[in-house]
């Protein structure tokens, strides 16, 4: 597994292949003249209104999955706990369980994913621009 990663404006580490949300999710629709910004200029809570999703659905309709659509964009954490078996927790309405402390942290829940195979992957990092994140190597 191989990821790319980017920070927040509120630090929170992502995973995204682009340096922007332009191609891959619906920034156009959701924060418009802002689908060229970076992804740093935005705070997690604000991608967590992105759909990263459904433009692969449009795009590749032979491959497309209904289960795509409305996803939510990948924070780091997300990533190991998924490689350990679990998955996001999610509100009855399917929106994401975590909280925010007064520090401005956000603490993210997840649980047992009951289709877990019980295989787990190696995880290679890059950061692709490591100027840019100088306090994480």
Same mark, same amino acid.
């Given at each position: 597994?191989? &990821?790319? +990663?980017?920070?927040?404006?509120?630090? @929170? &580490? +992502?995973?995204?292949?682009?340096?922007?949300?332009?191609?891959?999710?619906? +920034?156009?629709? +959701?924060?418009?003249? =802002? $689908? #060229?910004?970076?992804?740093?200029?935005?705070?997690?809570?604000?991608?967590?209104? &992105?759909?990263? #999703?459904?433009? *692969?659905?449009?795009?590749?309709?032979?491959?497309? =999955?209904?289960? *795509?659509?409305?996803?939510?964009?990948?924070? /780091?954490?997300? @990533? *190991?706990?998924?490689? $350990?078996?679990? =998955?996001?927790?999610?509100?009855?309405? #399917?929106?994401? @369980? /975590?909280?925010?402390?007064e520090t401005g942290n956000y603490h993210f829940e997840y649980e047992a994913?009951?289709?877990?195979?019980?295989?787990?992957? #190696?995880?290679y990092i890059e950061f692709k621009i490591p100027d840019e994140y100088p306090l994480i190597?």
């Open positions: 597994m191989e &990821l790319d +990663v980017h920070r927040t404006k509120d630090s @929170v &580490l +992502v995973i995204m292949h682009d340096k922007t949300f332009k191609r891959t999710t619906n +920034v156009a629709e +959701v924060f418009p003249g =802002r $689908e #060229g910004d970076p992804i740093g200029t935005f705070t997690w809570e604000e991608i967590m209104q &992105l759909d990263n #999703g459904s433009a *692969f659905n449009k795009k590749n309709p032979d491959q497309a =999955r209904q289960s *795509f659509e409305g996803q939510n964009v990948l924070t /780091f954490e997300d @990533v *190991f706990r998924i490689a $350990e078996g679990k =998955r996001i927790k999610r509100n009855p309405d #399917g929106s994401r @369980v /975590f909280t925010k402390d994913d009951p289709a877990d195979n019980g295989h787990r992957p #190696g995880v190597e």
